[in-house]
């Protein structure tokens, strides 16, 4: 596996402690916020304004980096910050403070997610992107496997006890911040640009983007409308009547099968195609909001989650693929900052209507919507997309 470069292991180990201390909280920040008093629409809201500023510096800090012909700062500075945000939750439980401590979080997301993804599409030929990107979220959701594992067990002799949890996670996000001081660059960037890059400026890339580019990000944007974050599912499964035991252990079982399945579907996607792995993840994904509309038990909601896992596999890794391999070396950055960033914003909007449409109609309403916007999806990728490298495809391109 010689594609596996120096670089992609020293990313991955990054994002496995990032995502062990940020995994470590995310299945119990929904229950947490309900403890100190936060409604499931005011969880919604905090999750799409946190959602939001991560889209919107997503999109300058990709434009910024290629601008400036640099990465490694951009990556270096984005885990801090995320780090930084773990203790912060656990200080205070004010709204306003709650909501600044996500909002570090994101913003730290934001400012690494272009650089970072730019540096593994540089390590990365055509031909191997989708390994390389599928191995990099199987070592990153590695971590959305122990750090759930850590906060099970510390629930089981300490139930209850949540901010404490907020401090160890802390922890692994120190090992990530030291790990990325050892990141090394590839020769590759062109002469640093000196004029000033306005925050909004990203946006002009849309307009002189490739064709396909714009095709392809227009799909996902509509998929995004209708994903929203994944406390919803967690809150159904409680909302079911699982404890918080239970809750946690589905959660860390789709993770699990999500790590597992990354690698193995991003060189199956290399070998068979980007869009038909992707085309099967958006169907798993249809089945399971569709499922999640109704109540059933722990091995009903373990079967869900084992589908959902499949499917954010064969996305999420291979919808950057796919985009790294349709536009030019030198925007690589601004492109996936620019679609990561309104994908972002497009989340905010979809967790917000989400939990709208919970509080005001029901949770099985709410799942409903989600399924048959995400199957109409499924049709405009069919039709209007072409696979990566067809002579379609390359005809969208300029």
Known sequence: ????????????????????????????????????????????????????????????????????????????????????????????????????????????????????DALLSDEATPATKGRVFGFHRSMDTLGAVIGPGIALVYLFFYPGHYRILFLIAFIPGLLAIGLSFYLKEKNWRQKENKTPVSFFSFLLYWKHSPVIYRKLVTGLLVFTLCNSSDVFLLLKVKQAGLNDTATIGVYIFYNMIYALASFPL?????????????????????????????????????????????????????????????????DTATAIGTYTGFQSICTMLASTVTGWLWFQYGAANAFWVTAVIAGLVIVYFKLAIPAPGSDKAQSNIG
């Open 1 to 116: 596996m010689k594609y596996l470069t120096r670089t992609i292991w020293i990313l991955s180990f990054i994002s496995l402690f990032t995502d062990t201390a940020s995994e470590m909280l995310y299945p119990i920040m929904p229950i947490y916020l309900r403890s100190i008093g936060f409604s499931v629409l005011l969880i919604g809201i905090l999750e799409g304004i946190a959602e939001a500023t991560a889209g919107l510096s997503k999109g300058y800090f990709g434009k910024l980096s290629d601008h400036k012909g640099k990465r490694a700062p951009f990556v270096q500075l984005g885990y801090a910050l995320s780090a930084i945000s773990k203790p912060m939750m656990a200080l205070f439980i004010y709204p306003l403070w709650i909501f600044l401590a996500r909002t570090v979080d994101r913003l730290g997301k934001g400012i690494r997610t272009g650089a970072r």
């Open 266 to 330: 991003g060189i199956l996607a290399d070998r068979t195609g980007l869009k038909r792995i992707f085309i099967a993840g958006l169907f798993l994904f249809t089945l399971v909001y569709a499922g999640m509309a109704y109540t059933g038990g722990i091995y009903y909601y373990g079967f869900l989650f084992l589908l959902y896992g499949v499917y954010a596999a064969a996305t999420e890794g291979i919808s950057k693929a796919w985009i790294s391999n349709i536009t030019d070396k030198a």
